[in-house]
Structure formats: structure tokens, C-alpha cells
């Protein structure tokens, strides 16, 4: 190939990545900027980054492959809400697989021993820790509402203090939106928990 010929497909090629750099910029740039009076309603913030809020955790998603990260972060005044995008990373090379959920936690809850329910499956399938304590959460009440249509393809978690609801990726504009509708899912879920075991793990 001819080097002058070459050269200007490489300076357009560059050209063009930055471009789209810049443009993808601007537009998540206006993405935050429409979300300030929401979550300024709400009395929540937003971060673009916020490891810390999984810190300890180890239910799925969490602790899997390499380059974890929170982004995105919402996290309330009271500190009772996070939400934010997990993102990490499988294998390498050319099996090197990229990986995006949302999260949704409600926190400050008693502090259960590790339990992991694929929400909306029949029959539920869980995970637990504690087998006489994941018995006494998916009580009848609980899988009933863990069947609904709203959890089908979602997952729950409830471990150190945190009730979590795991989705697919969300796009930044609606994250506010669906915080809202997880978070009140939770706090059906959270009802559920019987006083017993609440009491237990105070």
C-alpha cells in the first residue's frame, strides 16, 4: 500500500475514534445533566465511580473475573439506597468476555447469613448459606412473590445487612426511574422476612 495512501486511512481512522470520544461525551454529559432535578427530588447523588458500596460482598455478580467496577453510582442521603452498574471482566485475549448488570440494594437490614434466590424461575432456585435460615425466608408469601412476572429474569441477594436486586444493563437516562421501581421492590421483599429471623439478625 502506498505509505501516503496508508497514512491518511490511519489519520482517519484516529480522527474518527475521536470523534465518536467526543460525541459519546456530549451525550452522557446531557444523560446526567436531565437526571440532577430527579435525584435532587429524591434527595439522592450520583457518582461516576463507587467501588466501595460492594465492598465484603461476595453474592453473584460480585467477586467474579477481573476489572470490577461500580459506575454510575446513586446513592441516597440516608444511605439506605445504592444503585449503580456493575461491570467486570472473563478470561482474556480472544475469549476475553465483557459483563454489565444493574444493581439495586436497600441497606441497614438485618444482617442474614448469605442467601441467592433466581427470582421469577419456577421452581425458585436458591443458594443459601444458612440452610434452617434460607428455609425460614422462602416462606410460602416469599415465593409467591418472588414468582411475580415483574422478578422473571432478575435475581435477589440478601447478605450483610444488604437486600439486592440484580438486572441487566440499564441505560444511563433511566437509572433514576429504575432505581425507584427496584427499590420498592425490595422493600416488598423485605417485609416478607419474618420477625423471628429479623429479630435474630438485628
Known amino acids: 500500500m502506498d505509505p501516503i495512501i496508508a497514512a491518511v486511512l490511519v ?3 484516529v480522527g474518527g475514534v475521536g470523534t465518536w470520544v467526543v460525541l459519546d461525551a456530549r451525550k452522557r ?8 432535578a ?9 457518582a461516576v465511580r463507587g467501588d466501595q458500596v ?3 460482598l461476595t453474592s453473584a455478580p460480585f467477586g467474579a473475573g477481573s476489572q470490577r467496577r461500580c459506575e454510575d453510582v446513586i446513592r441516597s442521603s440516608d444511605k439506605r439506597v445504592a444503585s449503580f452498574t456493575y461491570k467486570w471482566t472473563t478470561d482474556s485475549g480472544e475469549q476475553k468476555i465483557d459483563h454489565t448488570k444493574r444493581v439495586t440494594m436497600i441497606l441497614g437490614g438485618p444482617k442474614l ?4 434466590v433466581a427470582a421469577g424461575a419456577v421452581p425458585t432456585t436458591t443458594r443459601a448459606a444458612d440452610e434452617r435460615v434460607g428455609q425460614a425466608i422462602m416462606h410460602p408469601q416469599m415465593i409467591d412473590r418472588l414468582k411475580e412476572p415483574d422478578l422473571v429474569g432478575r435475581s435477589v441477594f440478601f447478605e450483610k445487612g444488604r437486600i439486592g436486586l440484580v438486572d441487566e444493563a440499564v441505560p444511563l437516562a433511566d437509572i433514576v ?9 425490595l422493600r416488598e421483599i423485605d417485609a416478607l422476612i419474618p420477625v423471628a429471623v429479623r429479630a435474630e439478625f438485628a
Open 54 to 56: 460492594v465492598a465484603g
Open 29 to 36: 454529559k446531557a444523560a446526567t445533566a436531565s437526571l440532577t
Open 113 to 116: 447469613p448469605k442467601l441467592e
Open 38 to 46: 430527579p435525584l435532587s427530588e429524591r434527595g439522592w447523588n450520583l
Open 11 to 13: 489519520i482517519g481512522m
Open 177 to 185: 426511574i429504575h432505581t425507584d421501581v427496584s427499590v420498592a421492590v
